[in-house]
């Protein structure tokens, strides 16, 4: 009984069996599939890992280089800033080289102008010395014609007295007087000393009023020798004290006397020459010549010739030396001619 049951199960079970073959099939086929498709996944799981790791590996280096890289770069940036500083220092010394090099141009610029300066002052100093000097030898010279015409009437006055001198019985005497009223020696005498004066007045600043006085009065009596027919006058109002203590140009009287006598009329038994020197106001000196003329056409002749040379290189001395001084020539009437300076002597 139980065998015939089992029987009747067997085709049951082999039923079950053979619907269950399909599926197992399937089902491994499926396994088969998804196991191909596991290896094949792992397979390509495998190369990407590999690129992965091999992209890894070089990421890893790369990162390494990078990191050697960024030290250098560190290195690189610590000496950059090292040198942007030293750069910087570099810079502030130039900038103050500059300004020692600008600062010291800039002085020897300024010494080069002064020593300019100083050098113009020393040209102008020079050549208004120059100028002094050249202004002062045209007023402190005598004239040529003078010296000439004192020396020949002194020659003429010994040819004179040779011919005048005679003896009898062994005994000498003069035949005639003569009628210098100068000695011929004494003259010759004046002359050495007012050349001597004139020279030695080049190299003196000042003289006493007395030591000029002495010496103009040494050129009257050569005009006196020279125009025994002139009335020479000199009238000084200074007192000896004034006299010794007043100091002033050398030779600054001398032009007037000179004017005189070289554009004056001296021949006539009318003609004069007047001199006054007196203290004026405010402490001033005033020398004062009058003299006589031909006419007035010929004033205005001598007044010209003596403007040229006399009185103009006087006004020359004056405004060298005596800038505040007033000078003044002119023709007054009745032929006479005035030439008159006013200074402040200190």
């Given at each position: ?190 002359i050495f000393k007012l050349l001597d004066y004139n020279v030695s ?13 002495l010496h103009i009065n040494m050129f009257l009596d050569l005009i ?91 006004q020359q001395l004056l405004d060298a030396y005596y800038p505040n ?22």
């Amino acid at each position: 009984m139980q065998y015939q049951n089992n029987n009747i199960q067997a085709p049951e079970y082999l039923l079950f069996i053979e619907k269950a073959i399909p599926i197992l099939f399937v089902l491994l086929i499926l396994l088969i599939m998804r196991n191909w498709y596991n290896l094949y996944k792992k397979r390509s799981f495998r190369k990407k890992n590999k690129k992965l790791k091999a992209k890894l590996d070089s990421n890893q280096l790369a990162f390494s280089n990078y990191d050697a890289q960024i030290n250098q770069l560190e290195s690189l940036k610590e000496n950059l800033s090292t040198k942007q500083t030293e750069i910087l220092q570099l810079h502030d010394e130039l900038d103050n080289y500059k300004k020692k090099f600008y600062n010291t141009l800039n002085k020897k610029d300024k010494e080069i102008e002064v020593q300019k300066e100083t050098i113009n002052h020393q040209k102008n100093a020079y050549e208004r010395y120059i100028n002094y000097k050249t202004v002062e030898a045209n007023n402190t010279r005598l004239g040529a014609h003078f010296v000439k015409n004192v020396i020949s009437q002194i020659y003429e006055d010994i040819e004179e007295s040779e011919i005048n001198y005679g003896s009898f019985l062994g005994i000498f005497y003069w035949t005639n007087k003569t009628k210098s009223k100068l000695p011929s020696l004494k003259a010759l005498k004046h002359i050495f000393k007012l050349l001597d004066y004139n020279v030695s007045a080049l190299n003196k600043n000042k003289t006493s009023i007395e030591e000029e006085l002495l010496h103009i009065n040494m050129f009257l009596d050569l005009i006196k020798f020279l125009k025994p027919n002139a009335n020479v006058e000199f009238k000084n109002l200074l007192s000896d004290n004034e006299r010794k203590q007043i100091q002033i140009k050398p030779t600054l009287f001398f032009p007037f006397v000179e004017n005189a006598l070289k554009h004056g009329s001296l021949n006539k038994e009318e003609s004069f020459i007047s001199i006054e020197l007196k203290q004026a106001e405010q402490n001033r000196l005033s020398y004062c010549l009058v003299n006589s003329i031909e006419s007035m056409e010929h004033c205005e002749v001598s007044n010209n010739k003596s403007s040229q040379f006399g009185l103009n290189a006087l006004q020359q001395l004056l405004d060298a030396y005596y800038p505040n001084s007033e000078l003044e020539y002119k023709t007054l009437p009745n032929s006479q001619y005035l030439s008159q300076l006013t200074i402040s002597p200190n």
